[in-house]
């Protein structure tokens, strides 16, 4: 099976490097891909952002399988296109890709199929969101999240009123988010942990795959603005087997049934972000492909073949089941260039890759690199997810 991976991050990384050591894979084929990956696919340019040109490069590579792995091209109909052309992807299609790609869509399909979630208000005017926010109707803290994609920046939590009404002039006024925070949703504020859960779909049935936690802010001790993900361990001792019972039993299952219902089946990956609360896991947010660094601490943990299940999935004949895991924890810390979340400066030379690789136990999955003459530069905000396993998560932390 040769198979074609859309992406150029750290989470494609890991994909590509599971799937190159598997003997039904005959050859991986990686674009735009990164200086990592070349180590294990075949890296070729494309435009990501062009569903034709994605097309023609499958056609072109005679590729048999072909794995979307960000969520913009997922967004903007490239399953759709390679479909109608006839070629086997996995990936949700456009519609069902409105799970994420808008937080307003999601959570009234929430409302709809009564999976558990914060209350929330859909705004679509900064007048109506200031309103919602005066008359005090969810509460403080809140949440203020842009509607459409913000690569995980989008999200503001208001400890008071005068937070909450500048983060939504930032938005909706100021134009902090472009066309993603032209509408908002504003939330109440959960109490409790914060974990996910991730699947495999094939439109009805689902490979349950692990739950894992990851660190948004920039900084140690939970402080600093949000990121995409500054690090992530799996599995997530929080989920315990009634939680992942009730997850599966209120949310996963629901979710699935009920883009059914509506036309619009879910295949691919699907990320869960819970809040455990009190009262039971509540939704926090629904990702529609593998977690970023999520994917690099739990794709390693697989212990079986993927490219058969994920060929599976896209032909919309998965087995209902947990997929075999390795009994080892991982645990995965991004390296960030200096600036993130905000603009950062390319070019600074990334030392110790080969030191790194030879550490037992541990993997080095490149995101924002690119090669400068014989040497790695940093060419992104996240640059690298160094990943250790162990016995345990503080021995695969000692990694």
């Given at each position: ?68 792995g960000p969520e913009m091209p997922l967004s903007q ?323």
């Amino acid at each position: 099976m040769k198979i074609l991976v859309i992406g150029g991050g750290a989470r494609e990384h890991a994909l590509a490097w599971k799937l190159s050591r598997e003997t039904a894979v005959s050859a991986v084929v990686c674009s735009p891909g990164n200086p990592g990956i070349e180590s294990v696919a075949n890296v070729l340019p494309v435009d990501v952002a062009s569903p034709e040109a994605i097309l023609r490069l499958a056609e072109t590579e005679a590729i048999d399988l072909t794995v979307i792995g960000p969520e913009m091209p997922l967004s903007q109909g490239v399953v759709d296109h390679l479909q109608a052309a006839g070629r086997l992807v996995l990936g949700p299609t456009k519609a069902a890709a409105a799970l994420e790609s808008s937080k307003a869509f999601a959570k009234d399909f929430m409302a709809r199929h009564g999976v558990p979630t914060a209350l929330f208000v859909v705004c679509d005017t900064a007048e109506a969101a200031l309103s919602v926010i005066r008359r005090g109707e969810l509460g403080l803290p809140l949440v203020v999240k842009a509607d459409g994609l913000a690569a995980g920046k989008g999200v503001v939590i208001a400890e008071d009123r005068m937070a909450a009404e500048q983060a939504v002039e930032a938005a909706m006024v100021g134009g902090r988010f472009g066309e993603a925070g032209r509408r908002v949703v504003l939330e109440e504020f959960l109490v409790g942990e914060e974990a996910s859960y991730f699947v495999l779909a094939d439109g009805e049935r689902c490979l349950r795959l692990a739950s894992a936690q990851d660190h948004k802010r920039i900084f140690d001790d939970d402080l600093g603005p949000n990121t995409g993900g500054m690090g992530a361990f799996a599995p997530s001792p929080l989920v315990t087997p009634s939680i992942e019972r009730e997850v599966l039993d209120q949310i996963v299952e629901p979710v699935l049934r009920g883009m059914r219902q509506e036309g619009r089946p879910f295949r691919g990956f699907l990320y869960v972000g819970l809040m455990l609360t009190a009262a039971g896991p509540r939704v926090v947010e629904f990702n529609v492909r593998f977690g970023d660094p999520e994917a690099q601490v739990v794709l390693p943990m697989v212990g079986e073949d993927l490219a058969p299940l994920l060929a599976a999935a896209a032909a919309g004949r998965l087995e209902s089941r947990a997929a075999h895991l390795l009994p080892r924890p991982h645990v995965g810390v991004v390296l960030a260039a200096g600036g993130y979340p905000d603009a950062v400066q390319p070019g600074a030379l990334v030392h110790g890759l080969e030191e790194a690789g030879r550490v037992p136990g541990a993997l080095v999955f490149h995101a924002g690199t690119q090669r400068a003459d014989d040497h790695v530069v940093t060419a992104g905000g996240r640059v690298l997810t160094v990943v250790g396993s162990g016995a345990s998560h503080r021995e695969a932390i000692d990694v």
